[in-house]
Protein backbone atom coordinates (compact mmCIF):
# COMPACT_ATOMS: atom_id res chain seq x y z
CA UNK A 1 0.00 0.00 0.00
CA UNK A 2 1.39 3.78 -0.87
CA UNK A 3 2.51 5.44 1.86
CA UNK A 4 3.71 8.83 2.87
CA UNK A 5 7.44 9.00 4.37
CA UNK A 6 9.13 11.43 5.80
CA UNK A 7 12.84 11.78 7.10
CA UNK A 8 14.36 12.56 9.43
CA UNK A 9 12.45 10.51 12.03
CA UNK A 10 14.27 12.59 14.78
CA UNK A 11 15.81 15.74 14.31
CA UNK A 12 17.38 17.72 17.40
CA UNK A 13 18.67 21.38 16.64
CA UNK A 14 19.57 24.58 18.68
CA UNK A 15 17.25 26.79 19.47
CA UNK A 16 17.25 30.08 16.48
CA UNK A 17 19.17 27.52 13.54
CA UNK A 18 16.75 26.69 10.88
CA UNK A 19 15.77 22.85 10.41
CA UNK A 20 14.22 21.75 7.06
CA UNK A 21 11.70 18.03 7.71
CA UNK A 22 11.12 16.47 4.74
CA UNK A 23 8.23 14.75 3.53
CA UNK A 24 7.36 12.35 0.15
CA UNK A 25 3.67 11.94 -0.49
CA UNK A 26 1.69 9.26 -2.09
CA UNK A 27 2.76 9.40 -5.47
CA UNK A 28 -0.53 10.15 -7.11
CA UNK A 29 -1.81 12.94 -4.43
CA UNK A 30 -2.49 16.25 -5.15
CA UNK A 31 -3.29 18.02 -1.64
CA UNK A 32 -0.30 18.17 0.52
CA UNK A 33 -0.99 19.40 4.60
CA UNK A 34 1.57 19.67 7.41
CA UNK A 35 -0.06 19.33 10.95
CA UNK A 36 2.27 18.82 14.34
CA UNK A 37 1.75 17.09 17.83
CA UNK A 38 2.99 18.78 21.23
CA UNK A 39 3.53 15.54 23.56
CA UNK A 40 0.48 14.74 24.97
CA UNK A 41 -1.73 16.80 23.21
CA UNK A 42 -3.75 16.78 20.12
CA UNK A 43 -2.98 16.59 16.32
CA UNK A 44 -2.90 20.14 15.74
CA UNK A 45 -3.27 21.40 11.56
CA UNK A 46 -0.74 23.86 10.43
CA UNK A 47 -0.46 24.32 6.46
CA UNK A 48 -2.38 22.51 3.62
CA UNK A 49 -0.57 22.93 -0.03
CA UNK A 50 -2.18 22.78 -3.38
CA UNK A 51 -1.11 23.28 -7.05
CA UNK A 52 2.45 25.35 -5.47
CA UNK A 53 0.96 27.55 -3.11
CA UNK A 54 -0.62 27.75 0.34
CA UNK A 55 -4.70 27.15 0.19
CA UNK A 56 -4.79 27.50 3.92
CA UNK A 57 -2.88 27.83 7.08
CA UNK A 58 -3.43 28.47 10.80
CA UNK A 59 -2.04 30.82 13.26
CA UNK A 60 0.63 28.28 14.14
CA UNK A 61 1.79 28.95 11.07
CA UNK A 62 3.73 32.23 11.23
CA UNK A 63 6.33 34.04 9.34
CA UNK A 64 8.79 31.78 10.58
CA UNK A 65 7.43 28.46 8.97
CA UNK A 66 7.30 28.17 4.92
CA UNK A 67 6.52 25.14 2.90
CA UNK A 68 7.62 24.31 -0.86
CA UNK A 69 7.31 21.36 -2.96
CA UNK A 70 10.91 21.66 -4.74
CA UNK A 71 10.39 18.61 -7.13
CA UNK A 72 7.68 16.43 -8.14
CA UNK A 73 8.30 14.16 -5.05
CA UNK A 74 8.96 16.20 -2.25
CA UNK A 75 7.35 18.35 0.00
CA UNK A 76 8.90 20.25 3.15
CA UNK A 77 8.75 22.30 5.81
CA UNK A 78 11.00 25.12 6.96
CA UNK A 79 11.05 26.62 10.38
CA UNK A 80 13.84 29.54 10.37
CA UNK A 81 14.74 30.23 13.81
CA UNK A 82 13.37 27.64 15.93
CA UNK A 83 11.81 28.10 19.56
CA UNK A 84 11.65 25.74 22.71
CA UNK A 85 8.19 25.80 22.00
CA UNK A 86 8.24 24.13 18.05
CA UNK A 87 9.36 20.62 19.91
CA UNK A 88 7.23 17.95 18.64
CA UNK A 89 6.17 15.54 16.22
CA UNK A 90 5.43 16.78 12.77
CA UNK A 91 3.10 15.02 10.19
CA UNK A 92 2.93 15.10 6.74
CA UNK A 93 -0.24 14.50 5.44
CA UNK A 94 -1.64 14.17 1.74
CA UNK A 95 -4.60 13.08 -0.10
CA UNK A 96 -5.75 12.93 -3.29
CA UNK A 97 -9.36 14.92 -3.31
CA UNK A 98 -10.16 17.89 -1.50
CA UNK A 99 -13.56 16.85 -1.06
CA UNK A 100 -13.35 13.31 0.08
CA UNK A 101 -10.98 13.06 1.50
CA UNK A 102 -9.05 10.58 3.98
CA UNK A 103 -5.73 12.53 4.40
CA UNK A 104 -3.03 10.05 5.16
CA UNK A 105 -0.56 10.94 7.17
CA UNK A 106 3.52 9.88 7.44
CA UNK A 107 5.15 8.63 11.28
CA UNK A 108 6.48 11.83 11.57
CA UNK A 109 9.74 13.55 12.48
CA UNK A 110 10.06 13.83 16.11
CA UNK A 111 11.90 17.85 16.74
CA UNK A 112 13.46 18.60 19.45
CA UNK A 113 14.89 22.13 19.97
CA UNK A 114 17.59 22.53 22.88
CA UNK B 1 -16.39 27.00 17.44
CA UNK B 2 -13.54 24.90 15.99
CA UNK B 3 -12.84 22.73 19.04
CA UNK B 4 -14.06 19.17 18.54
CA UNK B 5 -14.49 17.55 22.13
CA UNK B 6 -13.35 14.13 22.84
CA UNK B 7 -13.77 11.95 25.92
CA UNK B 8 -12.83 9.72 28.10
CA UNK B 9 -8.97 10.69 27.58
CA UNK B 10 -8.22 6.99 28.72
CA UNK B 11 -10.63 3.94 28.42
CA UNK B 12 -9.73 0.72 29.83
CA UNK B 13 -11.51 -2.14 28.42
CA UNK B 14 -11.74 -6.01 28.97
CA UNK B 15 -10.82 -8.14 26.02
CA UNK B 16 -14.39 -9.08 23.52
CA UNK B 17 -15.89 -5.80 25.45
CA UNK B 18 -17.41 -2.81 23.55
CA UNK B 19 -15.12 0.53 23.84
CA UNK B 20 -17.38 3.85 23.11
CA UNK B 21 -15.16 6.96 22.33
CA UNK B 22 -17.57 10.28 22.30
CA UNK B 23 -16.93 13.35 20.14
CA UNK B 24 -19.10 16.21 20.40
CA UNK B 25 -18.72 19.59 18.48
CA UNK B 26 -20.10 23.03 18.01
CA UNK B 27 -19.71 24.03 14.27
CA UNK B 28 -22.85 22.90 12.09
CA UNK B 29 -20.52 23.57 9.17
CA UNK B 30 -18.42 20.30 9.73
CA UNK B 31 -19.60 17.79 7.55
CA UNK B 32 -16.96 15.24 7.58
CA UNK B 33 -16.40 13.07 10.59
CA UNK B 34 -13.14 11.05 10.32
CA UNK B 35 -11.83 8.13 13.27
CA UNK B 36 -7.94 8.12 13.39
CA UNK B 37 -5.90 5.43 14.82
CA UNK B 38 -2.78 6.27 16.36
CA UNK B 39 0.15 3.62 17.47
CA UNK B 40 3.23 4.79 19.55
CA UNK B 41 5.94 5.99 16.79
CA UNK B 42 3.71 5.96 14.71
CA UNK B 43 1.49 8.77 12.09
CA UNK B 44 -2.27 8.46 12.78
CA UNK B 45 -4.36 6.08 10.19
CA UNK B 46 -7.52 6.22 9.73
CA UNK B 47 -9.98 4.10 10.55
CA UNK B 48 -13.72 4.88 9.54
CA UNK B 49 -15.18 8.02 8.66
CA UNK B 50 -18.73 9.18 8.08
CA UNK B 51 -20.94 11.83 6.46
CA UNK B 52 -23.79 13.88 8.60
CA UNK B 53 -26.00 12.59 5.67
CA UNK B 54 -26.26 8.97 7.46
CA UNK B 55 -26.32 8.04 11.38
CA UNK B 56 -24.31 5.44 11.44
CA UNK B 57 -21.44 3.28 9.29
CA UNK B 58 -19.89 -0.02 10.27
CA UNK B 59 -17.05 -1.62 9.50
CA UNK B 60 -16.04 -4.89 10.13
CA UNK B 61 -15.97 -4.34 14.01
CA UNK B 62 -15.72 -0.53 14.19
CA UNK B 63 -19.47 1.59 13.98
CA UNK B 64 -19.29 5.30 14.19
CA UNK B 65 -22.88 6.62 15.61
CA UNK B 66 -23.84 10.32 14.28
CA UNK B 67 -26.57 12.39 16.25
CA UNK B 68 -26.78 15.63 13.60
CA UNK B 69 -29.10 17.29 16.03
CA UNK B 70 -26.77 16.72 19.42
CA UNK B 71 -23.75 17.14 17.17
CA UNK B 72 -22.02 14.36 18.74
CA UNK B 73 -20.58 11.25 16.85
CA UNK B 74 -19.31 8.11 18.65
CA UNK B 75 -17.02 5.28 18.09
CA UNK B 76 -17.60 2.02 19.15
CA UNK B 77 -15.34 -0.93 18.56
CA UNK B 78 -17.00 -4.35 19.16
CA UNK B 79 -15.13 -7.67 20.64
CA UNK B 80 -12.53 -5.47 21.27
CA UNK B 81 -8.81 -7.23 20.84
CA UNK B 82 -5.81 -6.41 22.59
CA UNK B 83 -4.00 -5.58 18.94
CA UNK B 84 -6.92 -2.79 19.24
CA UNK B 85 -4.71 -0.88 22.08
CA UNK B 86 -3.76 2.24 20.92
CA UNK B 87 -4.53 6.10 20.56
CA UNK B 88 -7.72 7.00 18.90
CA UNK B 89 -8.58 10.71 17.51
CA UNK B 90 -11.48 12.27 16.13
CA UNK B 91 -11.40 14.77 14.15
CA UNK B 92 -14.07 16.88 11.49
CA UNK B 93 -13.41 18.79 8.44
CA UNK B 94 -15.52 21.35 7.12
CA UNK B 95 -16.38 20.52 3.24
CA UNK B 96 -14.23 23.11 0.79
CA UNK B 97 -11.66 23.53 3.28
CA UNK B 98 -9.05 20.84 3.96
CA UNK B 99 -7.63 21.28 7.62
CA UNK B 100 -8.87 18.53 9.90
CA UNK B 101 -9.77 19.36 13.30
CA UNK B 102 -8.60 16.91 16.12
CA UNK B 103 -10.03 15.71 19.06
CA UNK B 104 -7.91 15.72 22.10
CA UNK B 105 -7.70 11.89 21.92
CA UNK B 106 -8.40 8.92 23.91
CA UNK B 107 -5.75 5.98 25.33
CA UNK B 108 -8.03 2.72 24.47
CA UNK B 109 -6.20 -0.33 26.84
CA UNK B 110 -7.40 -3.57 25.56
CA UNK B 111 -6.58 -6.23 28.72
CA UNK B 112 -6.45 -9.89 27.88
Known amino acids: EPEVTQTPSHQVTQMGQEVILRCVPI?????FYWYRQILGQKVEFLVSFYNNEISEKSEIFDDQFSVERPDGSNFTLKIRSTKLEDSAMYFC????????????FGDGTRLSIL | QQQVKQSPQSLIVQKGGISIINCAYENTAFDYFPWYQQFPGKGPALLIAIRPDVSEKKEGRFTISFNKSAKQFSLHIMDSQPGDSATYFC???????????FGQGTRLTINP
Open chain 1, 93 to 104: ASSSDRYNQPQH
Open chain 1, 27 to 31: SNHLY
Open chain 2, 91 to 101: AAAIQGAQKLV
